[in-house]
């Protein structure tokens, strides 16, 4: 298929999979979106402890080991939601001596205020796609550099955003109702400062579990029993399923010549995809499910065919 197979797949859907829920739909996702170009000359970011910052700093290799384990994907933002992607994590840091928030992972990536607008592009271009945006790191902001970014959201996308004081019920938040009102973005903010401002969702309306692990074996055992457990409550909130391994210490330390997305990845996505391929969307089942390096391993087309089986 070609890279742009999946660029409007919501307004493609079948129309009776547009009146689901999107609490219900199988939905592709990125972790630590905007984690896809790092800036090795900016020096280690300040959402790694300190210690690894002294080290990384005084190492003549550190800053490339860094950049080879933080880097989680090879696509723009933008790329990636035409890719068919439509869950975003963006992790927020002030940087040192810039005036701008960035998004960051190990290292200072690009301005917040750059992959804002690529996102405002695609979604003006493509006006039947959804994006939801989950803000849930924060490193080195004060209160009025959350209290700016907030600004910054409203400022470029205004009546776009699905606001958390929405008269629509959780149930009743779907592709078709949603085509029917100005409204293509939804955004969690994990941070009260949120709370000045009608526009935002908080985190208790979307659950995201982290299987912390570098074996596959037990990150399919960590979903397998948050599945058949019912750990989702259904009660309309989104939950993201991780399909991702997160390296250890010494997982670095043991692969210095080596990266995530060669020595985490293809287990990760591989075992996560063998584990969902008969899993079922629903109120309590599959919703987000989210990866490294999505365009890889078939990831978004094998999140997208489960809608085939959706569960109402």
Not at 201 to 225: C, D, G, I, K, M
Not at 236 to 263: A, D, H, M
Request: charged letters at 20%; proline letters at 4%.
């Amino acid at each position: 298929m070609s890279e742009n197979s999946f660029k409007t797949w919501m307004a493609d859907l079948p129309q009776e999979t547009t009146r689901v829920p999107l609490c219900s739909l199988a939905i592709p996702g990125s972790h630590d979106s905007g984690a896809y170009w790092l800036d090795r000359a900016g020096g280690i970011a300040e959402d790694e402890p300190s210690i690894i910052r002294t080290l990384a700093n005084s190492c003549c290799c550190g800053i490339s080991v860094v950049y080879q384990w933080a880097l989680t994907q090879n696509l723009s933002v933008k790329c990636q939601l035409e890719h068919g992607v439509r869950y975003l994590d963006l992790r927020l840091c002030g940087r040192p001596g810039s005036p701008d928030v960035h998004v960051a992972h190990g290292l200072y990536g690009h301005r917040l205020h750059d992959i804002l607008l690529e996102i405002k592009e695609f979604l003006d271009e493509n006006q039947k796609e959804f994006v939801i945006l989950d803000f849930n790191h924060f490193h080195n902001m004060t209160s009025v550099d959350h209290r700016e970014v907030l600004i910054l959201i409203i400022k470029i996308f205004g009546v776009q955003i699905l606001g958390g004081d929405t008269p629509m019920s959780a149930w009743s938040i779907t592709l078709d109702n949603l085509w029917k009102t100005p409204a293509r973005l939804m955004v969690f903010y994990g941070h009260p400062a949120r709370n000045e401002f009608s526009f935002f969702w908080s985190e208790e309306y979307l659950q995201s579990p982290w299987a912390n692990t570098t074996s596959s074996s037990a990150l399919v055992r960590f979903h397998e029993n948050n599945y058949y457990q019912s750990v989702r409550r259904g009660e309309g909130e989104f939950y993201v399923w991780q399909g991702v391994l997160t390296p250890s210490t010494g997982t670095v330390i043991g692969n210095l010549c080596s990266s995530l997305e060669r020595k985490l990845v293809p287990r990760a996505t591989s075992a996560f995809l063998k584990w969902i391929k008969d899993k079922v969307p629903s109120r309590v089942g599959i919703n987000i499910c989210c990866a490294d390096f999505v365009e890889k391993y078939n990831f978004i087309p094998s999140i997208l065919s489960l809608n085939k089986n959706i569960q109402t």
